[in-house]
C-alpha cells in the first residue's frame, strides 16, 4: 500500500507530499520547502524512513510549489516531472519571486522529462496516470493512483473550493471544465490530496463544491 508524507511549507502553507512504497521508494510532489528548516525536516524525514527518492512531479510550477526544486534536486539527483505547458511558467518564477518575499529562491532546474495527458509514471509499485487538467495554470496536471483510489490534485479542488484563476494562464471556464468533466468522473471514494489545506473526496466534492454555484 502506498503511504502518504505531508509536510505544509513556506508561507503560503504548501502541501508537499512524499509518497512511497513498501520497498521505500518514493516520489516527491510539489517540494515547497523553502528556508534551511524547512530542508531538514523533509530531507531527515527521507533519511530516517531510509527512502530512495525516485523523483519529482510537480502538478504545476507556481512558486510555492518549486522552491524547493532545486535544494531536492541538487540533494538526491532525480529527475524532475512537469508538465510541457507550465515550462514557461517556471522560467517566470524567478521574476517575480521577489515581489512575493522570496529573495532567496534558488532557480529551479529544468525539468528533466515534460509531461503530457495520458501518461503513465512508475515509481516501484506506484503507479499514476497524468491527466492535463488546466484552468489554474495552463500545464496543471493532476496524478491519479487508480489502484490505491488516490489522486495527487495540486491546487485544482481544495475542500469545498477550488484554485484561482486570475493569475497568468488562468481561466475560470477551463477550470469549471477540468473539474466537472475529469475529475467529478474519478471514483467517488478517490482521495484527493490537496495543494493547500485538508484532504478530501471526490464523492464529497461532487456534493458540496463551490463550483458548483458557477
Ligand atoms: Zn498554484
Known amino acids: 500500500m502506498m503511504k502518504i508524507a505531508r509536510f505544509v511549507f513556506n508561507a503560503f502553507q504548501e502541501n508537499t507530499y512524499v509518497l512511497y512504497d513498501k520497498n521505500k521508494v518514493a516520489v516527491i510532489v510539489d ?49 524532475f516531472l512537469l508538465h510541457k505547458d507550465d515550462v514557461e511558467g517556471l522560467k517566470r518564477v524567478q521574476e517575480y519571486s521577489k515581489v512575493y518575499g522570496f529573495s532567496g529562491y534558488k532557480p529551479a532546474y529544468e525539468p528533466t ?16 496516470e497524468v491527466i492535463h487538467a488546466p484552468g489554474h495554470s495552463p500545464g496543471h496536471v493532476v496524478f491519479y493512483n487508480r489502484k490505491e483510489k488516490v489522486l495527487v490534485n495540486g491546487d485544482v479542488l481544495f475542500k469545498g473550493s477550488f484554485g484561482r484563476t486570475d493569475l497568468p ?27 493547500h489545506g485538508a484532504d478530501t473526496t471526490i464523492g464529497e466534492e461532487k456534493k458540496t463544491n463551490y463550483i458548483l454555484q458557477f
Not at 530531507?43 to 518549486?66: C, P, R, S
Not at 522529462?113 to 499514476?128: A, I, K, P, Q, S
Open 169 to 195: 494562464g488562468g481561466d475560470m471556464d477551463v477550470l469549471k471544465n477540468t473539474i466537472k468533466n475529469k475529475l467529478f468522473h474519478l471514483p467517488s471514494d478517490t482521495l484527493v490530496l490537496c495543494g
Open 113 to 128: 522529462e515534460l509531461l503530457e495527458d495520458g501518461d503513465v509514471l512508475t515509481f516501484g509499485d506506484m503507479r499514476f
Open 31 to 79: 517540494p515547497g520547502c523553502y528556508d534551511r528548516y524547512e530542508e531538514e525536516m523533509l530531507f531527515k524525514f527521507i533519511k530516517q524512513n531510509e527512502l530512495k527518492v525516485a523523483g519529482i512531479m510537480n502538478t504545476h510550477a507556481h512558486i510555492d510549489h518549486v522552491l524547493g526544486v532545486h535544494e531536492v534536486m541538487k540533494m538526491y539527483q532525480c529527475p
